[in-house]
T-cell receptor
Framework: DGGITQSPKYLFRKEGQNVTLSCEQN?????MYWYRQDPGQGLRLIYY???????QKGDIAEGYSVSREKKESFPLTVTSAQKNPTAFYLC????????????FGSGTRLTVV | AQTVTQSQPEMSVQEAETVTLSCTYD???????LFWYKQPPSRQMILVIR??????QNATENRFSVNFQKAAKSFSLKISDSQLGDAAMYFC????????????????FGTGTLLAVQP
């Protein structure tokens, strides 16, 4: 079955460390997105990519970086510059065309220890 | 910029009853899509229903229906015959149709409404 796989499900980061969250899709979707979810704040867009080798900053890109070397993959790196990284991170993808909604992964819970 | 507002942080409904979740949005555009997503305790986001702004007919998916009032910029979700499995966080979302295929086609989410279903 097609879908989006996020890994790991839980991730712990020490202060000052960079960590990378994986997102892989086999839906042949062109666009991919990273959202951060905090209690009471809904989903906020971090980065998105419409095509391979191209991506744009979302609303809260500071302290994060991404790459899109393959259509199927859109990893997110949380750098040490991100001061409050503890959150739930959701990856999503969509087909070209605005009438489609997103397909979401199951998320990664990142905790700073 | 477009915004989506969900003014009810929490709602509660008795099993088998009907509940309506509110959503308003702000936009200057005339052509767009609206969505309701459900996030159960597993945290997997599930698309519940979709509405196209140029269609006057309200969308319906089984027990889920919307009341789309374009002039009022309102998009409420009605859940009929509520079931225990409906307990979840519900997010309203907006997607512009401007610049088809361009960088503006991202989903904008509200802050969510947490729905509890009482047995």
């Amino acid at each position: 079955d097609g879908g989006i796989t996020q890994s790991p499900k839980y991730l712990f980061r020490k202060e000052g460390q960079n960590v990378t969250l994986s997102c892989e899709q086999n839906l042949n979707h062109d666009a991919m997105y990273w959202y951060r979810q905090d209690p009471g704040q809904g989903l906020r867009l971090i980065y998105y990519s419409q095509i391979v080798n191209d991506f744009q900053k979302g609303d809260i890109a500071e302290g994060y970086s991404v790459s899109r070397e393959k259509k199927e993959s859109f990893p997110l790196t949380v750098t040490s510059a991100q001061k409050n990284p503890t959150a739930f991170y959701l990856c999503a993808s969509s087909r070209a065309g605005v009438h489609y909604g997103y397909t979401f992964g199951s998320g990664t819970r990142l905790t700073v220890v | 910029a477009q915004t989506v507002t969900q003014s009810q942080p929490e709602m509660s409904v008795q099993e088998a009853e009907t509940v309506t979740l509110s959503c308003t949005y702000d936009t200057s555009e005339s052509d767009y899509y609206l969505f309701w997503y459900k996030q159960p305790p597993s945290r997997q986001m599930i698309l519940v229903i979709r509405q196209e702004a140029y269609k006057q007919q309200n969308a319906t998916e089984n027990r889920f229906s919307v009341n789309f009032q374009k002039a009022a910029k309102s998009f409420s979700l009605k859940i009929s015959d509520s079931q225990l499995g409906d307990a979840a966080m519900y997010f309203c979302a907006y997607r512009s149709r401007e610049n088809y295929g361009g960088a503006t086609n991202k989903l904008i989410f509200g802050t969510g409404t947490l729905l509890a279903v009482q047995p």
